[in-house]
């Protein structure tokens, strides 16, 4: 069974940074996209940042310059470097796995991991 489990999430004043990691498990080929997404108070989860297996990147306008998203086809692993926080960034952030060449309709995702960011 894959599962994909975050850790890194927590507090911390605007400004600073965090790093959030996700490994999945259960997986025996790689994931065409992984990325993150989060879900602040009220609001509709969003796509953050994805990395193709290639190495292509996608990010949210509001994150750019910001925030990296890097990632390890071999060891299954996105990880999430996000630095200058913002009282906005504040967010439940979900990582995400999906398309494989044995099943390209497949889409994971984890737990959730909280970041609150404090003015």
């Known amino acids: 069974q894959v599962q994909l489990v975050e850790s890194g999430g927590g507090l911390v004043q605007a400004g600073g940074s965090l790093r959030l990691s996700c490994a999945a498990s259960?997986?025996?080929?790689?994931?065409?996209?992984m990325g993150w997404y989060r879900q602040g108070p009220g609001k509709q989860r969003e796509l953050v940042a994805t990395?193709?297996?290639?190495?292509?990147?996608n990010y949210v306008d509001s994150v750019k310059g910001r925030f990296t998203i890097s990632r390890d086809n071999g060891e299954s692993t996105v990880d999430l470097q996000m630095a200058s926080l913002k009282p906005e960034d504040t967010a439940v952030y979900y990582c995400?796995?999906?398309?494989?060449?044995?099943?390209?309709?497949?889409?994971?995702w984890g737990q959730g991991t909280q970041v609150t960011v404090s003015s």
């Open positions: 990395m193709t297996s290639g190495g292509e990147t």
């Open positions: 259960g997986i025996t080929v790689i994931f065409n996209v």
């Open positions: 995400n796995g999906r398309g494989t060449v044995v099943n390209p309709g497949s889409n994971y």
